[in-house]
């Protein structure tokens, strides 16, 4: 697909609910229930990305948060995919029931007057479908208080439109760390927040449009998904498997959580959108735990040998 894509989310948070200090549970606190959805939606999904209108110098507007985007892809003859509104406005999610808005997230489906229609690929419901239900549940219910925008976004292009949903992403196939892996607790933690909700998997995986799963299975996290977001260069994400030729096998945890978090690589260069890192990307806010589990799952990644060409740089040349 020749396209023009804005950014891409890039990925989703961390296990299901576990004890406070007062021994009640995440579950029990509809004020903790919101915060832990919303920390998904921003920090670890970053749904903005797809879902938030930007001005011409490509920043978000905050008005319009989650309000839905035109043209987030634009192909070459000029026909749109449009990301849905979010919010709880009639034109957004307000009339939708929860179970509604899980089945879009989980399974790719949403209700229409002609019956259930699937959703677009883009939106990677096929790797979003293993969030823990608490982790669902926490996300609609941050949803609910998303403030009201109306903006009544139009139908996508027709060739947008996809007969049945793609392939759901079996959670067996997510890599599993190495064995003997030092600290396999941490990465397994991590296996959930990159792998099995989150989208690092999606973006640092190939894409094959067209085929009912999407992704090429052969090469899960081994990179060369290419994003045409109107850099000098189109950025290529990187093989972050543990192969040590085209990998991160000479990366510590330490680099990988400076690469999320301060967004500069080992050697100190900067990281090229759509990655959201650095001081002012939504993965700035990863808590320090999160940050390194997901370090450790990277470094715990089997290996894959896939050398990716990607000459992007950033700030760019």
Known sequence: MNAKIGLIPVLLLASACGDDDDGTTVADDPVAVVARGKY????????????????????PIAAQYLAGAECFVELENGSCLNTKNLTSDETGLLNRTDEEIKRMIRDGVRPAV???????????????????????????????TVPAVAHAVERSGPEFEVPAPANLLDRSLVPMPVEGYADRDAALRGRYLAGEVGICLECHTRHIMGDPNVLDYAG??????????????????????????????????DEIVAALTAGT?????????????????????????????????????????????????????
């Open 114 to 144: 002609t019956g259930d229609e699937a959703l677009s690929p883009v939106m990677p419901y096929y790797v979003l479908h293993n969030m823990s239900e608490a982790d669902l549940n926490a996300v609609v219910a941050y949803l609910r």
């Open 265 to 317: 690589d080992k050697d100190g260069d900067g990281i090229c959108p759509p990655m959201p890192v650095g001081p002012m990307g939504p993965f700035v806010n990863f808590t320090a735990e999160d940050a390194r589990d997901i370090a450790h799952y990277v470094k715990s990644l089997p290996p894959i040998n896939n050398a990716i060409a990607d000459m992007c740089t950033f700030p760019p040349m």
């Open 220 to 253: 899960i996290f081994a990179g060369g998904e290419e994003f045409p977001i109107g850099l000098p260069v189109t950025p290529i994400s990187s093989n972050i498997t543990s192969d040590a030729e085209t990998g991160l096998a000479d990366w510590s945890v």
């Open 40 to 59: 998904i939606v921003d920090v670890v999904a970053v749904c903005q990305d797809c879902h938030t209108p930007r001005d011409e110098a490509g920043a």
